[in-house]
């Protein structure tokens, strides 16, 4: 199992700009894909962003591909989501989560989850 912590969160401006991490500990997560969900009030989880294990592959949901970027560093068992041109309709919390295998953008394929971290976009 995977124990999973993101940071990074906080209150921004309509256009500014965070960069969320997650870190990994109790087993390394080189060989894990991983992903970046999220969930506004009242509205299901939704994939936002997911990285191959070697970093070498990535993908994106519509709504925030040229504005977000996901990376990692598996030397520091980290996780990172560059947020740029933020926007209201961002604001949620963000989860980062952790699957033995080759990324997915379904929710229900990843293993272990962080307790979650708050973006809150103001217009």
């Known amino acids: 199992q995977v124990q999973l912590v993101e940071s990074g969160g906080g209150l921004v401006q309509a256009g500014g700009s965070l960069r969320l991490s997650c870190a990994a500990s109790g087993r390394t997560v080189s060989r894990y894909a991983m992903g970046w969900f999220r969930q506004a009030p009242g509205q299901e989880r939704e994939f936002v962003a997911a990285i191959r294990w070697s970093g070498g592959s990535t993908s994106y949901a519509d709504s925030v591909k040229g504005r977000f970027t996901i990376s990692r560093v598996n030397a520091k068992n980290t996780v990172y989501l560059q947020m740029n041109n933020l926007k209201p309709e961002d604001t949620a919390v963000y989860y980062c989560?952790?699957?033995?295998?080759?990324?997915?953008?379904?929710?229900?394929?990843?293993?272990?989850w962080g307790q979650g971290t708050q973006v809150t976009v103001s217009s």
């Open positions: 989560a952790a699957r033995l295998g080759a990324y997915s953008r379904n929710e229900d394929e990843y293993d272990d």
